[in-house]
Structure formats: structure tokens, C-alpha cells
């Protein structure tokens, strides 16, 4: 027979002991009011069994605290024999959860930490039913969902906490303090289904779920979650930006065959955010091939490890060389497939090795563990050496990020000056640019030889230029090496052009950007070249000169073009002339001639009779007078006036003849002086 209600048992009581009754109405207690948030919770006194060891909490018709509390209401107790203890309901709110804690029941099982759950005790409401139905003393597995409960707080200690709230773009990551253990050789804990997320615990232990690190997470959201039994971490969920790309490394899993460095590709793990997917698909451990493409990825970090990296962009004027890490190795059949000349680890695609076919300008999702990518330029690609106080553009660095076995850029500038000694003895500084090209079907076979671009440039052609340089250097003087500088450049460009063939790169040109010789010998140089170039100075000072001269001739003889002219036809008149008169000459030399002896006889007889009649003047008026006379024909002849307008007379000795002749004398002196000092008269010479 069960226990009788609590308002029968006083009713018993009543009857039983009625003088008690009338002794409780005589001290005038009032009754026990019990409002609606509260709850009433009773401690039996005394006239009952003492509770068994071991126990907290009593049951009817035992001494101490009683697991039922007493519901909202007005009740009759026996204050000598009960003592009521009232408490505030519990409550949790909305964005909270009730976690509990029995005080009170059955033992744990061994290996846990947890009570399992009993039905019947309306959350906890009846702890009498809890008890009876093997409630396990310890933290409970069930937790109190928002709501006012009248719980026992004698027996339930209740811990009321923030619900976990898991933002967008982070995810939950949970670790289990309670449950089977993890196989062994595995990492995570086994998925188990039905627990809503980890909201129910119960069903969670009673489906097998395993103590640890579990492989499922939560998603962003509000959850229930009993915090003593599962332990959450909220952590960034998986974002993997535009241009970029997630390499994921599984940290569970099959092991790596033996000679792969990366693991097979698997499906049907949802972009590696079903962990227990992949390792049921046979997901092995390591470097994963698969790839995550931009997006957000709710990705258990304890499972998977996401490196997000750059894609792989090959810009115009450029390929990429690939070199596999995964495919079978090619066989000597495979190799042969290939064209004649080509190096033996360039393989066709498909295989393990390098790739003959090369990657052109895009954007690649490259998994760089699967493959190394070596972006080759095919345009000119220019190497100096020179001075940077010479360089006309900005050189492109190196990014320290950037995988070093990659190109550098298209204009590279990585050396000082060749400094090269000339037979005589003299330093030179020597400027080069080597401008060179890659093909893009000889690509994969310069990666083959060589590795890449940077090592071409550091171990072949930055030693054959040095080397090269160096060498026609000390065959030549330093003047006869500058001066012969196409030369140089010929000879350093068809040894550049031999050596880089054997590496399948051309040469495209070697220029020779500067020499630099030492100051001395540039002065002494110097000296030179003006010494030379004021000797060429002078010399044409001098023809200039010359030419100065010969300009003022023609341009005085230009002025006296007129003059020259009438002097040229006086000569001419004047030959005209004197030709004239030679005829005549001739003509009267011939008629005299031809008269002969009777001319002769003529001229003869007037002599003579010239001469007599002379003779008689003279001796008529004397030799002085007459010698004035024939001066004064003469003059008379020559248009000159002599004869005075007034003659003064002397004497009767014919003083005045003398004095006129005199003055006839000295004026023939006067006139032929005047005669001789201006220009002759062809009339008057020849009338004297």
C-alpha cells in the first residue's frame, strides 16, 4: 500500500490525536501559505524513521528533508512536527539553460561522470519520482529548457548559464567529457547521429558517442547545450577570399602510400566539411589534392588544416611550366612519344614530371603541393650590369613571399659593372645589357636543363659574360678596346648566342651601355683629341683666311668692273691704233720705197735751199733774233700765247732784241715743263 496523501495523513493524525488538534487551535498558528512563484519545501522533525546512510533527502515517514515540495496554496501542517522552508521557483530565460546537478540517488556507473536519464520526474519537478525511477546522484544529462520550474532545491542544485550562441561565419568546435573511448590510431571521436547537434547529451552517450575531440561541429546558431558534458570552442570558420585558394591538409586518416606526397582525391565530404564522410570514403592523411575554391567553409580545424594561398596568375607574354608531384612515372615508351631533342624528365601530361605542355595566360586554382608551377617569360627579358644611377626604370624586386625558384620580373638588375683589366694594364668598368627570350615551346626544356630563369642567369650567363668580357679585355689596349667597341660587342654577342642555345634560349642582343676607362689615361686622352682638333682649328683658320683673301680680290675687282672694262677697251683701241699705224708705216715704207731716188733727190734740193735761205735771215737780222722767231712759230703752232700786250725797248744796240729773246727762251723752258708734267698731246708731241 502506497504512502497516504499529506492532507489524509493529518486527517489520521487528527482523529488520532485529537487533544494535539485542540492544543494546535488553542495557541492560535496560522495556517502555511504557499504563494504562486514560490514553492513550499518541508523537513519532518520528528515521529519518523531516521533516514538511511548514505541518503539526503527523505521519504514519507522518515526524519529530514522531503523530496516532493508543497505547490502554491494554503496547508494545515503541525508546526511541532514540520518545519516549512519557503523558496523562489526557478527560472530560466529564454537565451539561458538550466544545468542540474542531483544532490541525492543512485551511484554513478563506473567510467562516468554523468547521471543517465529517468522518466517520470516532470524536469525535475517531483524528486520523489526521480529517486524511485534510479535518478543517478551527480550532474544530470538532461538539462532545463527555458521555463519556471518548483524544484527541490534541497535536492537539484540548478546552475543557470547563457545559452551558446555560435555567430555567422565562425563554427563550433566540441570536445566530449563523457562517453566510450576513441579507437584507436584516430584522432577524432566517431560520428554518432541523432543528438541535435549536442543539444541532447543522452542520446549522444546512449548512441555510442566517444569521449574527445568530435569530428562533427555546429554550424552558427543558438543552441542548448549542456556546457558540463560538452565543451564548445567557437573558432573563424574556413574563408577563402577571390584570387585566392585553400590547401587543405587532413590531420586524420588513411596514411600515404609509400612515395606520394599527396593524398588521393575523395568525394562526397562536402568540400571537406563532413569530416566523417571523407574518412568513410577512405580520406587519407596529409596534403589533400582537392582544393577549396573562394567561399565560406564551416571546416573542423582539428580535422582539417586549410592554408589559404594565392592563385596561380600567368600574365600576357608569359607560361607556366608545370612540374607534377602525382601521375605514375613515365615509362621509356612514354618518353619516346617525344619529339626528338627534348630532355627526358619533360613528359606528357598525364604523367609524373615535367609537363610538356605549358599553361598560358589565365587564373589557375593550383595546388602548388601537386604542382610547382615555374612562370617562364617570353618576351625579351633584359639583364644588366650596370651602375643604378644608370638605370633608366625602376627595377622589379624579388617578393620575399614568392616562391624563389619563380621569375623575377622582365627587367632584372642584379649586377655591378664588369670590372675587366686591358693588356697595358688598365681597369675598365664595363656596362652590358644582355637582352634574351624564352619560347614557349622551348620552356619545359629550359626548366629541364637548367631549373629556371634566375638559375640560368646566376650559373650560366652571368659567368659567360664575365668571363667573355674579361678575356677580350686582356687581349686589347684599353683605347684600342673602347675604339673597337662594336667589335667587342660582336664577339661577346656570338658567344653569348653559342652558350645559351645549349640551354633552348636565345640570345636576342649583348650591348655594350658604357665603358669607362681610368681618369689619367682619359686626360691624357683628352689632351690629345684637343690638341688634334686645335691643329684642325688652325688649319682651317687658314683656309679660311685664304678664302677671305680671295673673296675681297673678287670683290675689288667687282667694284672696279667699270674702270677694268674701259682699260680693256683702251688696250684694244690702243692695239687697234698701233696696228693702224704699222700698216701705214709699213704702207708709207712702201711707197717710199717705191719713189726711190727721186723723192730723195726732192727732200735733198729743199735742204739745200732751206739751208741757204737761213743762211741769208741769219746774216740779215742776226742769230738771235732768228731763233726767237721760229720759237714763236713754234708756240704759235702749239695754240700758246707769247707775245706780250706792252713791249718795253731798250737801246739802239739791239738790247731789246736780246731782252725778247730772252723771254722767248725762258718761256719754252716754262711751257715744255708744263708739257712734260701733264699728259701728252699726241698733236703737240708731235709738232715738237
Sequence with gaps: MGALPLDLTLLVLLAIAAPALLIFLLTGHPLVN????????????????????????AFPGQIGIRARVLAPGLHVMIPYLYRVMKEPMVE???????????????????????????????????????????????????????????????LFRIRVEPALIIPPNEVGVVTARDGGHIEAGRLLAAHVDGHNSFQDGETFLAAGGQRGPQIDVMLPGRYRVNSDLFDVNVAPATMVEASKVGMVTARDGVPLPAGEVVAASVSGHNDYQDGSAFLASGGQRGPQFDLLRPGTYYVNPLMFEVKVDDVAVVQRGEVAVLVSNVGPEPSAPTTERLAAGEERYVVPSGFRGIQAQVAGPGVYYLNRWAYLAYVIPTTNLTIDWADETNVTDEPQQPDPKADPREILGRRIQLFNPLSVISRDGFEMRVSVKVIMRVHPEQAPLMVAKIGSVQNLIDHVIHPMIDSSFRNQASSSEAMAFMQDRALEQEKAEKRAREEMEQYHVECVRVLISQIILPEELMAIQTRRVIATQQQEMFVAQQQSEQQRIATENTRAQADQQVNLVSA???????????????????????????????????????????????????????????????????????GLKITPDIVVGGGADGGGANIFGAFLAQMLANNRTSLNGSDQNPAATSTS
Excluded: C
Design 34 to 57: 504557499i504563494g504562486g512563484e514560490e514553492i513550499g519545501i518541508v523537513e519532518r522533525r520528528y515521529l519518523g524513521t531516521p533516514l538511511p546512510e548514505g541518503r539526503v533527502v
Design 92 to 154: 530560466v530565460g529564454e537565451d539561458e539553460v538550466g544545468l542540474v546537478e542531483s544532490i541525492d540517488g543512485e551511484p554513478l556507473q563506473p567510467g562516468h561522470i554523468f547521471g543517465r536519464r529517468v522518466e517520470g520526474h516532470d524536469g525535475f519537478q517531483d524528486g520523489e519520482v526521480f529517486l524511485r525511477n534510479g535518478g543517478q546522484k551527480g550532474p544530470q544529462v538532461d538539462v532545463l529548457p527555458p521555463g519556471k520550474y518548483r524544484v527541490n532545491t534541497y
Design 568 to 638: 680693256q677697251i683702251g688696250v684694244q683701241i690702243a692695239e687697234q691704233t698701233r696696228q693702224k699705224t704699222v700698216i701705214e708705216a709699213e704702207g708709207r715704207a712702201r711707197a717710199v720705197e717705191l719713189e726711190g731716188n727721186a723723192e730723195g733727190t726732192k727732200i735733198l734740193a729743199i735742204g739745200q735751199a732751206t739751208a741757204e735761205a737761213y743762211d741769208r735771215q741769219q746774216e740779215a737780222i742776226g742769230q738771235a733774233n732768228l731763233f726767237g722767231i721760229e720759237v714763236a712759230k713754234a708756240l704759235a703752232a702749239a
